[in-house]
């Protein structure tokens, strides 16, 4: 099974986030367009499966496969829907339980605001615009590229969501006892002995003789697969980025024009120094004023309860002071001069008494000062609109039915050819050429396009601006002519004639060590001169300190019983593999705390996945599941049947 359906069989929340959620926010991937796959036949609502009110379409699983198929060939360029089979049956059963998790949120009154799923379509990298801003320009260049409306969007972002709000709750409260931790830590201590014997097929090829040309045929006719040189296209690519409208400038009167409109930013402005008392009764600021003619502010406002501190208000604007109190206190305040004592005036904090300590004057900000910065902004700004218009144009020639050689001309841009590349960017005829990285979305998009479509434009990574990409030339994977690679197939066809010849001898060591013989014995009584057999022991552990590079050899010591034994191909094509097993050594975790605790954090995560999806099949028992079968058979069939 692809490591897809692996990664998805870890749990419910990852899975569902996964396929829903997570691998729409990779920036830049582009969708093939199956309609005529998923379009027409089965039920005429074309659902497959319903959930409460929710339901599960053909379309829906179409697109699921059709996401998954760009991811797949990103690795494979050659993949096609009958790679996918194995993932049809995972992703139906996702999507079901992403129905499943909406019909249940709506019946518990679950909703998320248009706000919160806004704040997730910001954070996706593709709309932002080139100032790092969402943009709506650029989040409607995304849903084209994507081929999603804004709808589909945002059911996908807030299904995410609520996988995240339903699930994660039931997830976070697992638990995992000691009772429970310790047996399998000790069967991590656990440590196996055995004998391992390779029969390698090196030691077969001395001694062939040289393969027929008939021989050789039917072998390359056999395996022509193994020979499939994968699709290769040659694709004209204009860049529409900065450089195309770097000659846009800010002109001196709009530098100007902007200067006067904003003088509110660049011009003066006059601040008062100001002492202030608040009390609640106008009898208290009438005393605070007279005692305020025969001596400083401060010593004022004593009687009254109030420090140095409290009274000390600072520079302030009139818009500021405004905001602080009311617009009939500042209106007084700034009416006064330097040094005078205002009040008492009435707000509805109370009675204010304030102290004018001082008049600030700022001069602003001359034009040749801030000439340079306003240019900066507006030529970004006329740049971006600019580089907007200038895309525009390019789309409108295109819907208009210009070609790629007419759109290129008519918007001034410069256009490049690529060699026969393959869908990774590299050329077979050429080993030191590599696509540029940074036209990587326009690679995807020229081998999402058929011969006929019309050129398109792509968005690029950070502040690279676009491309507009079309298809020169393709030529359909096909077997490279076994004339072009016959050394190649001829040492090919001597593995596999040594292959077979080490086969037999593996079966019959195998075979003796099966009734009993010793692996030493069982290879010196072979005929063939063979590596002796090594003893190797190892723990349970250090199988899972590996990760996934287990050999299988060492994978197979912990599959017999002791004295059993078994035959296996070796992974790396250097032969067969024989493992007889000697001894089983138990663990035992009960002086081994730490061992047990990481035991215990290990299958936490573990717990909290199967308590998800627990919660999830009780979910869908509750509301029950209607399934379509004879639907989903025929959308398997047709989907897994179309082709690429």
């Known amino acids: 099974m692809s490591s897809f359906v692996s990664k998805m069989s870890k749990s419910t929340v990852g899975t569902v986030v996964l396929i829903l959620f997570l691998v729409l926010l990779v920036a830049g991937f582009a969708m093939q367009d199956i309609q005529n796959v998923v379009s027409g036949g089965g039920l005429s609502s074309g659902t497959l499966v319903k959930v409460g009110n929710e339901e599960v379409s053909d379309r829906d699983v179409g697109n699921a496969l059709q996401r998954r198929l760009t991811e797949v060939r990103q690795s494979d360029p050659t ?17 079901v339980q992403d129905a499943a998790i909406r019909a249940f949120a709506a019946d518990q009154g679950m909703t998320l605001s248009k706000r919160l799923v806004d704040a997730e379509i910001a954070r996706i990298p593709a709309t932002r615009g080139l100032d790092g801003k969402f943009s709506q320009a650029s989040y409607q260049a995304f849903l084209q590229q994507q081929k ?14 609520l996988q995240r709000l339903v699930l994660g709750q039931a997830a976070a409260s697992a638990r995992v006892p000691v009772g429970m931790a310790t047996p399998y830590a000790s069967m991590l201590m656990e440590a196996r002995e055995a004998d391992v014997a390779l029969i390698p097929t090196e030691q077969f090829l001395a001694g062939l003789p040289a393969p027929t040309q008939a021989e050789l045929a039917t072998y390359y006719q056999a395996n022509a697969r193994r020979y499939l040189v994968p699709e290769q296209r040659v694709l004209n690519v204009a860049r529409i980025g900065p450089a195309q409208v770097a000659a846009v400038t800010a002109t001196d009167k709009e530098i100007a024009d902007y200067f006067a409109a904003n ?26 004023v007279a005692r305020a003619r ?15 501190a409290d009274i000390s208000v600072g520079p302030q604007t009139r818009e500021q002071f405004a905001k602080l109190t009311s617009d009939r206190v500042a209106a007084a305040a700034f009416g006064a001069a330097s040094g005078a004592i205002v009040g008492p005036v009435q707000s509805d904090l109370g009675w204010h008494v304030i102290k004018i300590d001082a008049i600030q004057v700022d001069p602003g900000q001359s034009l040749a000062a801030v000439r340079g910065a306003i240019a900066e902004r507006l030529t970004g700004d006329k740049r971006k609109g600019a580089l907007a218009d200038l895309i525009a144009k390019v789309e409108d020639a295109i819907v208009d039915g210009s070609s790629f050689a007419e759109a290129v001309k008519g918007a001034g ?18 080993p030191g050429f590599k696509f540029p990285a940074d036209l990587a979305p326009a690679l995807r998009g020229g081998f999402d396009l058929t011969q006929d479509d019309d050129p398109v434009v792509e968005t690029l990574p950070g502040a690279a601006g676009y491309a507009l990409v079309a298809v020169d030339q393709i030529i359909d994977a096909a077997p490279e002519p076994l004339a072009a690679i016959q050394p190649r197939v001829t040492a090919d066809w001597r593995s596999a004639q040594a292959r077979a010849k080490a086969r037999v001898v593996a079966t019959g060591v195998a075979a003796r060590v099966a009734k009993g013989s010793d692996l030493k014995a069982a290879l010196a009584a072979s005929g063939t001169i063979l590596p002796p057999p090594r003893r190797t022991a190892i723990r349970r552990m250090q199988l899972a300190q590996m990760g996934g590079e287990v050999p299988p050899a060492l994978n197979l010591m912990f599959a017999l019983a002791q004295g059993g034994s078994r035959m296996i191909a070796d992974p790396d094509g250097r032969g067969f593999v024989i493992v007889k097993l000697i001894r089983i050594i138990p663990g035992n975790a009960l002086l081994q705390p730490a061992l047990v605790a990481q035991t215990q954090a290990e299958f936490q995560e573990a717990v909290s996945g199967e308590y998800a999806e627990q919660m999830s099949r009780a979910i869908q028992a509750d509301l029950g ?12 069939k047709r989907i897994i049947g179309g082709g690429s």
Do not use: C, H, W
Request: proline share 4%; charged share 20%; no cysteine.
């Open 148 to 161: 999603l409306s804004d709808a589909e969007l945002r059911k996908l972002l807030s299904g995410g969501m």
């Open 294 to 308: 025969g001596a400083s502010f401060v010593d004022a406002t004593k009687p009254a309860g109030f420090s140095a």
């Open 79 to 95: 993949a096609d829907y009958a790679t996918l089979a194995k993932d049809f049956d995972p992703l139906m059963d996702l999507l």
């Open 413 to 430: 841009l410069t256009a490049t050819k690529s060699p026969l590349i393959l869908a990774n960017g590299t050329a077979r005829s050429n």
């Open 625 to 636: 599941v209607k399934r379509n079968d004879e639907a989903i058979a025929a959308s398997r």
């Open 263 to 288: 003088q509110a930013t660049f011009g003066g402005a006059t601040r008062r120094v100001i002492s202030q008392a608040v009390v609640q009764s106008k009898p208290a600021a009438d005393a605070i």
